[in-house]
């Protein structure tokens, strides 16, 4: 294993605040000056980038985010949250992959190598098996994790995905696109050991339809041994909810939200808790992944 | 050589051992920011405004991006002034920073009880006094746009607390120079200005108001200059100091603020793109003081009208 550690690119804020205290509080989020080691444009439209920040990917779980300085200016103003779709402790490596919506991920597309860049994080709780052990899959010989994602959603699953790989669950990812110009890589899950099946609404690129309609044959056979972990747009999200809502097996969704500070600070990312008018959640701080009868998602139930 | 450059101030009694102060509204109580930064590194902290009953906040989206700046509508989310009372307050006041406990309420008694809960709270240096918020129905910015009901509100509140007592004036008053005068004579100690302006932004594919609330507070560099104003005209209208703040980045910004009369100032947008702003902020501003031979930056302020 080697150790990838450009000193010029550790964050001297990160190190200062790391030296102090803090008054018994747990520093662990790093704002890290990132050099841009590859930026390449992926299947699926989307651009992918790696970048050194070595306190970030030492801290990282799977589904935590960045928080990414787009312009040293005024303007754009906010930084982007990302998610990591890959990260490596070893490597001092943290890899995030965007789809061009807007002028900050516009301007992300000029970066090269070399690039120095702001990056806030590891952000959120992030998700991993540890956070599931409490549901009844303690005793199961072989758990299944099922991943459900929808468009870009697909990204921040893999570190997921490849940690219960590793630990011997049976994983499978069911993945929706609009149509095969839009589909990413799956190849990191297939080599994971992951089962991916996929599907597009216009029938392009695997089976014709949603990732709802992969998902809907097997809710019949779910039940303790397994966990459902969806990601993607909010629709999906709901319709997922709806399908399962009758099903033994817990659900878990990853949410995305209008972010400004990605830390807990402005209290802006606010999700509807389920059944109560009165509380909300906050995606950075309480999430980004949430039960899914703990949140609001809209819609019937 | 930076040796010979004093950053402290005492600002209406409040010991600052620096004039860059985090601004409510961007800071929580600290739990959030202590996991990010130290701090230590700031001179005071305004912490979230903080009403007599807890309130949820405002539905989402609560957030927008503007150019050069931000839109929020978050509606005062906190979990009422007993738990910060009882619990915030007493876990920050570890850090040794001065606290600036910013108030909201609906009504001047409501004011005049939080004064009195504040009163009895240790470590509180001063109550911030929020007159100002766009982003909540009752009360809120109501009482900063008229010189009458803002006196009333600096009265209640500086009766039943006694000590110093800060009014946040709203750049959305016809006069904000009007308002400041009646926020002193009502017994402000001193004046902290701009909160945010009142704008909104639309989103063109759903034909609807972007923000959960329709309307939200305007805030970040986009509106620098009108703070700038603000703080210009009324640090010569009254006699008590001033906390500038709008927009503020950089230690060019924290000179300008100075310059046209603030003797302190607050980080708040910004500091949520970049969480270690004061640490940066400090450390040019000692190093702009050195390299000009100013031993105090307060010999900078209201410079440019004195």
Known sequence: MSLLVNSNTIGAGAEEARGHSGGGALREIYDVNAQVVSVAVVPGE?????????????AARPLQFVNVEVSQGPH?????????????????????????????????????????????????????????????????????????????GLLPMYPLAKEAASQGWEVALFYGARSMAQVM?????????CRVIVATEDGTYGSRGRVTDLLEPVIPELGHEDVIVACGP??????????????????????????????GLCKGCAVRAAGDEEKYYHVCSDGPVFRADQVELGGAP | MMGRTDLSLDFAGIKMK??????????????????????????????????LKPRAGNPPPRVAETPAGMLNSIGLEN?????????????????????????????????????TIFKDVEGVSALEVNVSCPNVRAGGMAFGLDPRSCYRAAKAVKDAFGGTVIVKLSPNAADITAVARAAVEGGADALSLINTLLGMAIDIRSRKPLLGNITGG????????????????????????????????SWEDVV?????????????????????????????????????????????VGAAWR
């Open chain 1, 46 to 58: 989307v651009y992918r980038a790696k970048l050194v920040a070595p306190e970030i990917a030492r």
């Open chain 1, 76 to 152: 754009p103003f906010l930084r982007r949250p990302f998610s990591l779709s890959w990260f490596s402790a070893a490597e001092g490596l943290v890899e995030i992959t965007w789809a061009v919506v807007g002028e900050g991920s516009k301007i992300m597309t000029q970066w090269e190598t070399g690039t120095e860049v702001r990056v806030l994080g590891p952000l959120g709780n992030g998700f991993s098996l540890k956070d599931i052990k409490g549901e009844a899959l303690q005793n199961a010989d072989r758990p299944r994790l099922w991943l459900v994602g929808g468009g870009t």
């Open chain 1, 185 to 193: 890589d799956t190849s990191r899950f297939v080599k994971a050991g």
């Open chain 1, 234 to 263: 909010v629709p999906m999200l709901r319709s997922v909810k709806n399908l399962m809502a009758l099903s033994a097996a817990p659900l878990y969704v990853s949410l995305e939200s209008r972010m400004a500070c990605g830390t």
């Open chain 2, 18 to 51: 620096n004039p860059i102060a985090a601004a409510s509204g961007v800071f929580g109580y600290g739990e959030e920011y202590s996991r990010i930064g130290d701090i230590r590194a700031f001179g005071a902290v305004s912490v979230k405004g903080t009403t």
């Open chain 2, 79 to 115: 979990p009422g002034a007993k738990v910060a009372a009882e619990e915030k307050i007493p876990w920050l006041r570890q850090f040794g920073v001065p606290i600036i406990v910013n108030i909201s309420a609906d009504t001047y008694e409501e004011f005049s009880e939080l004064g």
């Open chain 2, 218 to 249: 305007l805030s970040g560099p986009a509106i620098k200059p009108v703070a700038l104003r603000c703080v210009y005209q009324v640090a010569q209208a009254v006699t008590v100091p001033i906390m500038g703040m709008g927009g503020i980045r």
């Open chain 2, 256 to 300: 300008e603020f100075m310059l046209a009369g603030a003797s302190a100032v607050a980080v708040g947008a910004s500091l949520l793109v970049d969480p270690l702003l004061p640490e940066r902020l400090t450390r040019e501003l000692a190093g702009y003081c050195a390299r000009e031979g100013i031993g105090n930056p307060g010999e900078l």
